[in-house]
């Protein structure tokens, strides 16, 4: 464990599946952490069993974890993590500016995405809310049933503050659970946000039952594209190669546990997009980031031709097949082009 002081409470904002496994992760550590959902009777029912009847049912929360049913009951606390979906953030963030808990000094977004139209990032909505607070990022190929198993995790917290980054890296290492830091807030975001549109394309591909050689190539490309814009937006290119770039497209694109491959894996199979995203409550994030992503490239006049293609297939009308298709009869190109 790191010498650096850990921070002792922490509230954690959004009960789906990873808020979930965060707070339990948190209160292992043995942080004091309060847990709040927007949904009261959900949090009523976690309340009264301990359990998520809707997500990793299985686990149980510790004792000092204090689900919180009203916003205003939120307490200051050392450290506020926001893990709601990114559509809902700036709503989030203006709720909890609202509370006691605004006072906290650290805020950690576990957001993965950009704001459409504006190309703004998580942390970037979160210091407008909460302009007194240190933004700091969580990231990675981090799937909440695994950690919630207790699996062999391992994550990045980005953070343009060095001693800030260490408080919040050593809030998060467990025996399972290992972090490292960057000061690449911008591109670790960026990343963060990108690998879910490849991943719908990496789904895709094996509803078509491509193949894994097309899988392979898909992947490998997708990283090219996740270079090339996330440089043009301010990142470092190091950075997507790290964890919260190619460790989280690779996890990503190939889990089970993936709710973009997911979509991607039945659309390849030939089910419509509205059914898919009507059947279940989990946020597949690479849907409307597509269309954020593809803003952000066309402004930027940066080549993104798979991104292109699932942009077209998610929200211009073509077929799963017409997309993979138009990918493979490209003009050939140099590698590094």
């Known amino acids: 464990m790191s010498a650096f002081p850990c921070m ?34 959900l949090m009523s029912e976690i309340a009264a069993t301990r359990k998520n009847p809707r997500y990793l049912r299985n686990l149980e929360l510790p004792a000092n974890v204090e689900v919180v049913c009203d916003v205003a009951d939120l307490k200051p606390t050392d450290m506020i993590v926001f893990v709601v979906p990114s559509k809902g ?51 990675g190929p981090n799937h909440a049933e695994e950690v919630a198993a207790q699996l062999a995790t391992a994550a990045v917290v980005a953070c343009e503050d060095e001693e800030t980054a260490k408080a919040v890296q050593n809030c998060f290492t467990l025996p399972f659970f290992r972090c490292y830091t960057t000061d690449d807030i911008t591109g670790a975001e960026w990343a963060g946000a990108m690998k879910n549109p490849y991943a719908i394309a990496a789904g895709i591909a094996l509803g078509l039952k491509l193949g894994d050689n097309a899988i392979a190539a898909l992947v490998t490309r997708s990283l090219a594209e996740m270079v090339r814009l996330g440089v043009a937006m301010g990142g470092r290119a190091e950075t997507f190669y790290g964890l919260s770039g190619v460790g989280d497209l690779v996890a990503t694109c190939y889990s089970a546990h993936s709710r973009n491959h997911r979509v991607g894996l039945l659309l390849g199979q030939g089910q419509p997009l509205e059914q898919i995203l009507s059947s279940t409550r989990m946020i ?54």
Not at 26 to 31: D, E, K, N, V, Y
Not at 105 to 112: F, I, L, Q, R
Not at 322 to 336: C, F, T, Y
Request: contains cysteine; positive net charge; glycine residues 10%.
């Open 284 to 337: 597949a994030e690479g849907v409307m980031n597509t269309v954020s992503l593809y803003q952000a490239a066309r402004a930027r006049g940066v080549r993104t031709p798979l991104l292109d293609e699932i942009h077209s297939v998610l929200h211009g009308g073509k077929s799963a097949h017409e997309g993979m298709k138009a990918l493979l009869s490209r003009d050939p190109r140099p590698e590094m082009d």
């Open 89 to 139: 953030i700036q709503e989030s963030a203006r709720l909890i500016a609202g509370s006691p808990a605004a006072k906290s000094s650290v805020v950690v977004s576990c957001a993965k995405g950009i704001e459409m139209h504006t190309g703004r990032r998580m942390s970037e909505i979160l210091a407008e809310s909460l302009p007194h607070s240190t933004i700091a990022v969580l990231t």
């Open 8 to 41: 002792h409470g922490a509230a954690v904002i959004g009960a789906g599946s990873w808020g979930t496994a965060l707070a339990s992760a948190l209160a292992w550590r043995g942080m004091s952490v309060q847990f709040w959902g927007r949904d009261a009777a």
